[in-house]
């Protein structure tokens, strides 16, 4: 093939919106698409040398692979080492563990459909994975694997039917694409067959479909056009655009004008793409992928607020600094190899390599990522994150694949006595399971208790299937109108039942509000009969009807209500910040202000204030021990308050236990008066 500087131009283009994207840049925000970019060119490139080999009957399947093999595995293998090293020094055992589960996947190019499945209610934060962009190079990995072998076959039986099958595949796959964005938004994200018409788009160009223009005004105009379809989602697309799907088709149609319009005449674009600086970075691309997303999450991991703009400047700096020796003594040798090499012998070389890393990976997996070489303070600190699967009672709820019917509930408390309370709520409801169920047992009582994840409390509503990440259409997060309507009957039905609790994170996406920092964002959208919230804030209207009608329905039934106000949430994932902490990378304090927790948590004490002036319930406030002198500590004596970013560990839980009493006591309000929820709202 006849050399072209301004791909390895286009090439840059796309890797520098990525990296941009991925180091917080605000003009940068849909720098994303520079990895569909990306798919047009190698669909582009590895379908014009099959088909040119083919057509002159020098294609070797053997050959491609290893010319794939030489191309790839280095330099990733390379990083992959790399992430186990540092991972060893730097990374708490759990984030360990999960580098070295993914890094098994990215060598056996599977890493697509394991952060797929990593995606969860409980899942740390994207920029805490640092082999999380190695999902396009699987896709790209799965593509290579099965797309020669189609060409020979197709080929086989006549040329001419190469064109119409990877258009006929291109459009297949982009329309399942289209569709399945609005019901499976993250699988359509990470998977091949959702992406594959991007490579298969890119192949067309190699077929002269299209016949080029000799035509100046007509090449310019497409440069033109081309480049503005790329950059502007650059600069307009957010993580929030909904993406692939028809947002795709600007940058895709973009990268296959500026292909087309390149091959014939050199307009301003192509010159402005071809020079020095741009073709430097254009060759480097593939190492600056590799190594820019790994060095922004270690050095993130070191910090406690994120990389302020500066660091991240200085770490994109260092990321195309070591590309550029990565190119010189990984890549160029591998792929351009002396003449006397034996290509067998380096492919081999290669191969065992990757092996290495594998077993590495897997080795980091089994062992729980070696536990055995923290400290003794840091193993204290990080023993909340390790202990709350096991102090909770977490079989009470459903989760994303698993249901719990609230009639088939746990009964904790004492053993003896006969249930008088409802537990109700989401995954804080667990946590707050232990505390209640501590209570119980001192004052001889017991209580029903189910759980469902995320589920906003209330009737009338459920969660849209169509927006947000993949885990909201699982089963766990479809269940919870229904979880919803059992849990109304199931305390109402029983006259034992005198009390029903509500506990949940009152204060999250359900309400218009970003998660904890430490959390990946996510566009979640309740759903009633008036139909979908438009935007986030839309899930407040939606969220306070249902909410204020099950509390009209309880106190009608006569039973007492109790609503737990909500938990002070730390910016931070607690242990993994204590433990950052001593390893004297960042020493800023993590506490939380109770200013931060009203102005936080200001629309949903509002609304309980309401509920107050309306309805006969009672409070229970959290933050009345977990706060005080203006501050809501997330250390006590060495001891985590909390297991992650808004979880309560098992001590921080075993502080408030003695709020709870009051339930089994029967006594009014006790010390949270009104004077005190007012104080509370204010």
């Known amino acids: ?397 459903s989760i994303e694949q698993r249901i719990v019917n609230p009639a088939e509930g746990c009964k904790l408390g004492s053993r003896d006595a006969r249930p008088s309370a409802v537990l109700w709520g989401d995954s804080h409801a667990v946590v707050t399971a232990t505390a209640l169920e501590q209570s119980a047992v001192r004052n001889n009582a017991s209580f029903l208790f189910a759980g469902s994840v995320d589920c906003p409390i209330g009737v009338g509503f459920s969660i849209d299937a169509s927006t947000g990440p993949q885990f909201v259409s699982t089963v766990g997060y479809q269940f919870c109108e229904q979880y919803n309507k059992e849990m109304l009957e199931l305390a109402l039905s029983n006259p034992d039942i005198r009390n029903v609790v509500l506990i949940s994170r009152w204060t999250n996406w359900r309400v218009g509000e970003a998660g904890s920092p430490a959390e990946s964002p996510v566009d979640i959208r309740l759903r009633d009969s008036n139909g979908v919230a438009k935007t986030v804030q839309g899930n407040r209207g939606i969220f306070a009807r249902g909410f204020e009608e099950l509390i009209q329905t309880l106190v009608a039934a006569g039973k007492t209500v109790w609503i737990v106000g909500p938990l002070p949430e730390p910016a931070v994932r607690v242990p993994k910040a204590l433990y950052v902490k001593q390893l004297g990378f960042d020493t800023a304090n993590i506490d939380i202000s109770e200013e931060s927790y009203r102005t936080r948590h200001r629309f949903i004490l509002a609304l309980f204030d309401e509920i107050a002036k309306k309805y006969p319930v009672r409070f229970i406030w959290p933050s009345e021990v977990l706060c005080a002198d203006g501050r809501c500590p997330v250390v006590e004596n060495g001891n985590p308050m909390f297991f992650d970013q808004d979880h309560l560990s098992y001590f921080g839980v075993s502080t408030t236990s003695h709020l709870y009493d009051r339930i089994w006591e029967g006594s009014p309000d006790g010390a949270t008066t009104q004077a005190t929820r007012r104080e509370a709202a204010q």
């Open 1 to 397: 093939m006849r050399y072209r500087a301004d791909i390895d131009g286009l090439r840059a283009l796309a890797v520098i919106s990525v990296v941009l994207f991925h180091a917080g840049a605000p003009w940068f925000q849909g720098g994303y698409v520079g990895v569909d970019v990306f798919f047009v060119i190698s669909g582009y490139l590895i379908t014009s040398i099959i088909v040119a080999e083919l057509d002159t009957k020098s294609f070797s399947l053997i050959s491609f692979y290893q010319r794939r093999i030489r191309r790839i595995f280095p330099t990733l293998i390379v990083v992959l080492a790399f992430c186990l090293v540092i991972g060893f020094a730097l990374l708490t055992p759990a984030d360990y563990q999960t580098l070295g589960q993914s890094t098994g996947a990215a060598a056996l190019f599977v890493s697509n459909i394991f952060f797929l499945k990593q995606a969860s209610y409980f899942d740390v934060a994207a920029a805490e994975k640092p082999l999380l962009h190695t999902w396009s190079l699987a896709i790209e990995e799965q593509y290579y694997l099965f797309y020669p072998p189609i060409l020979i076959a197709l080929t086989s039986v006549s040329s001419r039917t190469r064109g119409p099958a990877i258009l006929l595949g291109g459009l297949v796959s982009f329309a399942f694409c289209a569709v399945t964005i609005y019901v499976k938004p993250s699988a359509t994200f990470y998977l091949a067959p959702t992406r594959v018409w991007e490579l298969l788009f890119g192949g067309l160009i190699s077929l002269n479909w299209v016949p080029l223009s000799n035509s100046r005004t007509i090449n310019r105009s497409a440069a033109l056009f081309g480049l503005a379809c790329i950059l502007i989602p650059v600069f307009l697309y957010t993580p929030t655009t909904r993406f692939p799907g028809i947002t795709a088709l600007p940058p895709v149609i973009g990268t296959i004008l500026l292909i087309w319009s390149g091959f014939n005449h050199q307009t301003l674009v192509h010159s402005w793409l071809s020079t020095r600086p741009m073709r430097t970075v254009g060759k480097a691309s593939y190492s600056l992928y590799l190594w820019h997303y790994p060095l922004l999450a270690f050095a993130g991991y070191m910090t406690l607020r994120g990389l302020g703009p500066v660091a991240a400047a200085a770490v994109c700096l260092l990321a195309f600094a070591v590309s550029i020796l990565s190119l010189r003594f990984v890549e160029k040798p591998f792929r351009f190899p002396d003449p006397t090499a034996s290509i067998p012998r380096i492919v081999a070389v290669a191969l065992a390599g990757m092996a290495i890393v594998v077993v590495g990976g897997a080795l980091v997996a089994f062992t729980h990522g070696f536990p055995s070489r923290m400290t003794a303070s840091a193993s204290r600190v990080l023993a909340a994150e390790r202990e709350q699967e096991s102090v909770h009672h977490w079989e009470c709820m």
